[in-house]
Nanobody
Framework: QVQLVESGGGLVQAGGSLRLSCAAS????????MGWYRRVPGRQRELVAI???????TYADFSKDRFTISRDIGKRTVNLQMNSLKPEDTAVYSC???????????WGQGTQVTVSS
């Protein structure tokens, strides 16, 4: 069982930056991929960014020019640097871990990001 704990959310003004961090209870290389998703109340969870075992990254259209996903294997963390934040980025951001069977089997509790206009 892999436990994931997010940190770094909060309130920021539009145009500002936040850095989210996800700490894993085991080596992140034990997972096929790790990623960040977000959810706005009343809407489905949506992909923000993914980083695979091999280090490849994938971004959503809304995040590719403003957000950067990275990892620190030694610290067992995956980070999400978010710049030029917009009010529509307000959501609960969750860290996920994808197993080698392909399922997103592990999730953190989520961290709230609120961007004020």
């Amino acid at each position: 069982q892999v436990q994931l704990v997010e940190s770094g959310g909060g309130l920021v003004q539009a145009g500002g930056s936040l850095r989210l961090s996800c700490a894993a209870s085991t080596s992140i290389l034990s997972l096929n991929a790790m990623g960040w998703y977000r959810r706005v109340p009343g809407r489905q969870r949506e992909l923000v960014a993914i980083i695979t075992y091999g280090g490849s990254t994938t971004y959503a259209d809304f995040s590719k020019d403003r957000f950067t996903i990275s990892r620190d294997i030694g610290k067992r963390t995956v980070n999400l640097q978010m710049n030029s934040l917009k009010p529509e980025d307000t959501a609960v951001y969750s860290c996920g871990g994808r197993s080698w069977s392909g399922s997103w089997a592990y999730w953190g509790q989520g961290t709230q990001v609120t961007v004020s206009s």
